[in-house]
């Protein structure tokens, strides 16, 4: 008596292990998000304690994750874009953070998400576990064997017809667990799909980045910047440039100095090419012959480039800026060591104003 207690016990408790198991591995995580931002907060709304217990459930499957035999349904949604193109927008940003967070956590890969965005039903992502059609394996091996133990009571007659019965159950189970075609999107979810996959390098994880313009260092003059992401398509760029340099017994002189403030609006799906505005000011000390020009500088115009992404953290910025830059400067000659001045000017430059090759170094 005592035996059989025990093997009920140890029965039981693999039944409610098996049922946890499952239940944990088909529970929905729910993030939040503000309506009309595509930024993930996590502390706001529990989204970090959601995400505190996703991450340990995703360790828990971390292998069949991995080979793609449990892979994680992301559906992200939103009601509050300008149309149904800009909801689905909205919500493809909002998959991509929450999976960038996963990637970057628990080493995922873009390959262990299953990913589908909707305009409709509310501001938020939700991530589930997939169980994998192995786990219901064990129900088509104890049916047949319970079947042909039965078999030996009955008549030879009705063993046909007993053994039957198995073969049909076997063929229900098989079907029950094969939710393929539910995991195949529409055509319009695809397209969604098709352009999370192109944008997510240029999108995801740009918030801040370190510039330095090539052409400026060729020219050994020092450059260096920072851009930072408002949005997925605002970015705001700052790049300073300070070089002084004398040569021929300070008889000849190189020296500027700029601070560059640009806004940037980025075009297309993948957020590659931009226009934007720029605002210059500095000074320089330009003496390359007999006399001299000392000043300030200051104007602005309109910018336009194309970023080409090298991988996820490094790009080439192609940059070229026309406007108006307003000069005022003294003239001046060199007389045994002493500066004299030969009067002031004022000059304005329409044209090509700014340059750059320029190598970016994406932070976070």
């Not at 349904?73 to 929450?98: F, H, M, P, Q």
């Not at 996963?102 to 909707?118: A, K, P, S």
């Not at 210059?280 to 970023?307: C, H, P, R």
Request: aromatic content about 10%; hydrophobic content about 35%; some cysteine.
């Amino acid at each position: 008596m005592f035996k059989r207690l025990i093997m009920l016990l140890s029965l039981c408790f693999i039944m409610v292990s098996a049922v946890y198991a499952q239940a944990e591995a088909d529970s929905v995580y729910t993030f939040r998000f503000k309506a009309g931002d595509d930024m993930f907060y996590t502390p706001w709304s529990e989204n970090e304690m959601e995400l505190e217990r996703l991450e340990q459930c995703v360790e828990k499957y971390k292998n069949p994750i991995i080979d793609g035999s449990m892979p994680l349904r992301v559906n992200g949604y939103c009601t509050t874009g300008s149309d149904e193109a800009g909801c689905l927008r909205i919500a493809a940003i909002r998959s991509n953070r929450v999976k960038s967070e996963l990637i970057m956590r628990c080493g995922l890969r873009e390959e262990c998400f299953i990913t589908r965005n909707h305009a409709s039903d509310g501001e938020y992502v939700t991530v589930q576990m997939v169980v994998p059609a192995a786990a219901s394996d064990e129900t088509p091996d104890t049916q047949p064997e319970e079947a042909v133990e039965s078999t030996d009571e009955q008549p030879v007659s009705q063993e046909p017809a007993e053994v039957q019965q198995p073969v049909e159950t076997d063929t229900t189970v098989v079907a029950e667990p094969a939710p393929q075609p539910d995991e195949q999107p529409s055509p319009a979810e695809s397209e969604t799909e098709k352009s999370d996959e192109n944008s997510q390098l240029s999108i995801d994880n740009h918030s801040l980045s370190l510039r330095a313009n090539l052409l400026r260092w060729a020219t050994l003059t020092p450059d260096i910047g920072v851009e930072w992401r408002i949005g997925s398509r605002v970015g705001v760029v700052v790049e300073g440039t300070y070089t002084s340099w004398s040569w021929n017994n300070a008889d000849r002189r190189y020296a500027l100095w700029e601070v560059a403030p640009e806004v940037r609006y980025y075009l297309g799906s993948e957020c590659r090419g931009y226009v934007g505005a720029m605002f210059k000011a500095g000074g320089f000390n330009y003496k390359m012959s007999e006399t001299g020009k000392q000043g300030d500088l200051i104007g602005g115009g309109i910018t336009g480039g194309y970023v080409l992404r090298l991988n996820n953290a490094l790009s080439l910025d192609f940059s070229l800026g026309i406007g108006c830059l307003h000069a005022d400067y003294d003239r001046y000659v060199t007389i045994d060591g002493v500066r004299v001045g030969r009067g002031s000017e004022t000059k304005n430059w329409w044209g090509p104003i700014s340059a750059g090759v320029t190598l970016v170094w994406t932070l976070f």
